[in-house]
């Protein structure tokens, strides 16, 4: 018969056993702070020991000798662990350190909000929860301002150039009471209103600090054009009053820092009966600063007010180098506007002023309703200009007078309800 080949016995493959994961050390090593020393070499040294065949496993004397040459000083791997746990908590304690002036600053942020809407000590009662009560001031001193013809203005432009208008003005006045003790109390629409002696009291400095700003006011006024129509500088007026006054925050929706008294009303009339680029002071304002001699008024006469009679109330004419009747340099210019890239005063020059004159304002009537007639300027005949120089001249001729406000705004229904 045949013979029996014998064959030899297939290899037998064992079955992969169950091995954990092994972390990825990788990362580790870039990051010094949780960097292992030869962390590779720990990794084969366990895959090694993990060897499907057993024969091919390392003995205690080989793991002994590998790891005395991976960790040559003999540091315990509780050593380690304990390095690695005080790298981390000195981590932990500079990002702490780090979110905490993070936070810092965003309060900082929130409270440089809050004080632009509240003033800084009544903020900081309402941050306690302590409730706030009406306070009076036996003296302080009320600027009011507000555009000649901004509701024919805003007729014939549009939204955004109204706004756009605005926010360049404002941003302008408000950098120019930042140079002065006054608190700037509420703007609605074309009305800006400032008070001094008011939440700080100063004694009777109120009066120079508000009207030093409104001659910075009606300066800058006049070399600032209305960015949409460049032929065109911003025809403001203004009042100031002094006297006393009641303070209060009214509402707890977005509560308002307000002012209450007839020295509100009072400062509202001197604005509402003055005229183009001019600060009409009342008497109570006049006999404070009279003696200053720094400061030069111009008798204006008697005015009638309405629900007060008749006052005698003085234009403000200027202190020291500054005059109303001009523009504000180059210099204060820039300073205001914080070196922003913004245009240059530009005052229109008597050529402009005959060219473009300023339109009358437009009514249903000639006649308003304080009797006071709608004409327009009378310019000079034309002549031969000179090169405009950069010099700042005077604007008088140029300025026209404005008639009692022609429509009741939303400022006056605020400050008197039955107007």
Not at 18 to 45: I, M, T, V
Not at 54 to 60: I, T, V
Not at 341 to 359: C, D, Y
């Amino acid at each position: 018969g045949g013979r029996t080949e014998i064959s030899p016995p297939e290899e037998q493959v064992y079955d992969p056993l169950w091995r954990p994961d092994l972390p990825d050390l990788e990362d580790h090593d870039k990051d010094p702070d949780n960097s292992l020393p030869l962390a590779n070499k720990y990794l084969d040294l366990i895959k090694h020991c993990w060897d499907e065949r057993p024969g091919n496993r390392p003995n205690f004397t080989d793991i002994k000798k590998q790891l005395h040459n991976i960790n040559p000083n003999k540091e315990n791997p509780v050593d380690m662990m304990m390095k690695l746990m005080e790298k981390y908590s000195k981590h932990l304690e500079s990002l702490v350190s780090e979110r905490t002036m993070e936070l810092v600053e965003e309060k900082k942020k929130t409270d440089r909000l809050l004080y632009a809407m509240l003033p800084k000590s009544v903020a900081e009662d309402l941050k306690q929860g302590n409730p706030i009560t009406a306070e009076k001031y036996d003296s302080s001193t009320i600027f009011f301002s507000d555009i000649v013809g901004f509701t024919h203005l805003s007729s014939s432009s549009t939204p955004l150039e109204v706004v756009e208008l605005l926010n360049q003005m404002y941003t302008a006045f408000d950098s120019i009471i930042d140079e002065h003790d006054v608190y700037k109390v509420e703007t609605i629409g074309d009305a800006y209103m400032v008070v001094s002696g008011v939440p700080q009291r100063n004694g009777l400095k109120h009066a120079e600090e508000i009207c030093t700003m409104a001659i910075k006011i009606v300066m800058f006024c006049r070399g600032f054009r209305v960015p949409h129509r460049p032929n065109q500088i911003v025809n403001i007026r203004a009042g100031v009053h002094s006297g006393p006054v009641v303070t209060g925050v009214v509402g707890l929706k977005m509560p308002r820092f307000c002012l209450f008294g007839d020295t509100v009303n009072m400062a509202s009339r001197m604005e509402s009966t003055g005229e183009a680029l001019k600060v009409q002071v009342s008497p109570d304002t006049h006999i404070i600063l009279k003696d200053h001699g720094e400061f030069s008024f111009k008798y204006r006469g008697e005015i009638e007010i309405k629900g007060k009679g008749t006052k005698a109330t003085h234009w403000l004419l200027g202190r020291d180098k500054l005059h109303i009747d001009r523009c504000l340099s180059p210099a204060s210019h820039k300073r205001i506007f914080k070196g922003a890239n913004v245009h240059p005063p530009n005052p229109l020059t008597p050529v402009e002023a005959e060219r473009k004159p300023l339109s009358p304002l437009k009514v249903n009537s000639p006649l308003l309703t304080n009797g006071h007639q709608i004409t327009p300027p009378i310019l000079p005949p034309p002549a031969a200009a000179a090169p405009y120089q950069n010099h700042y001249p005077d604007f008088d001729e140029f300025s026209r007078g404005a008639p009692e406000r022609e429509s009741t705004t939303s400022r006056d229904r605020l400050l008197n309800p039955e107007v």
